[in-house]
């Protein structure tokens, strides 16, 4: 096999005049040029981005049939279908970097891309639909409000309306939590025992801290990211604490503590082994998970001919109408 040709070197007048651009706060938008690792950096980041929403929707999606009514059943199936609305999106804005969706999702299937590590643990209660929408969707919040301020215009504009949506998410995750903290004794212990179990991975999914952050440097330096990994979970953990608290639950860190001169709610440490053993596919449920992706994938083959079959009519159609 020949090697894949490697990309001239970016021509440093262009490097510094894109520098300076995002230095004035411009956007830099598909038709712009870019230096290539931009456009790298982007493509990993996006693409694992929309990766996360599609995947992140088969733990809830388990919990549809078994809502415990009518009106969380419509409530949760909405916002799973918003979570696909969200990858298409992202896949959008990264095909405008030049790469199609489905070198994308077949980078998915061959599991060489990554995906957010938080869905790779299972869904064992209902207390669990409210834990992802507190916690898991209240950290993506956090994560992606810094994002639609990101230097690349299509992705900055997606994060947009995701937040909106994410908020309801959110919402709807907490509301379930409180019900149920409200609730029974059993069902306050089924909110507290997810709690638990959906705390650390939480955090986890801003990342590895800024020491071992390897992109870190050079996405907050052309402004992707705008804070750093282990700045926005120190605002996740000071948004949710008080949150936790209101609702009568507990939080499973018995370092945590309020220090009074910073504001800030310090916690324990994280265990970055089992982070390590998630993001290299040795979570609780990695295989389970791309299993279901490629099912999926191709059991949906018959919808994608089908849809390229039709295309295929309207062209002959609209051909034969202009002869
Ligand atoms: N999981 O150098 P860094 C959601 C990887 S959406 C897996 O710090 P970076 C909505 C990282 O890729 C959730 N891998 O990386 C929803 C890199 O590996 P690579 C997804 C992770 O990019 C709710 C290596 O570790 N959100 O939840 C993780 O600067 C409910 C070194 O890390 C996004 O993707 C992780 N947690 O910072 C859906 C937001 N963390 O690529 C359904 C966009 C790190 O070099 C239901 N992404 N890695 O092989 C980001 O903000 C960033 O990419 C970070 C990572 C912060 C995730």
Known sequence: MSPTPKSPPDDPALVQAFEARIKAGETIEPKDWMP????????RMMSQHAHSEIVGMLPEGNWITRAPNLR??????AKVQDEAGHGLYIYCGTETLGVSRDTLVDQLHAGVAKYS??????????ADMGAIGWLVDGAAIVNQTVLAKASYGPYARAMVRICKEENFH?????????????????????AQESLNRWWWPSLMMFGPSDVNSPNSAELLKWRVKRKSNDDLRQRFVNLTIPQGQAIGLTFPDPDLKHNPDTGDWESG???????????????????????????????????????DAYAEKQRSRSQSTAA
């Not at 590590?117 to 209902?126: C, D, K, V």
Request: hydrophobic share 40%.
């Open 72 to 77: 969380r059943k419509m409530a949760l199936l």
């Open 36 to 43: 290539e690792r931009y456009r790298k950096q982007l493509i």
């Open 117 to 126: 590590s938080i869905f790779n643990y299972p869904t064992l209660s209902w």
């Open 269 to 307: 440490p994280i265990d970055w082994d089992e982070f390590m053993a998630v993001i290299h596919g040795n979570g609780p449920c990695n295989r389970e998970r791309l299993e279901a992706r490629r099912a999926a994938h191709d059991n949906g083959a018959w919808v994608r001919a089908a849809g």
């Open 170 to 190: 959110k919402r709807q995750g907490y509301e379930i939590m409180a019900t149920l903290a409200a609730g029974t004794p059993a069902q306050k212990e089924m």
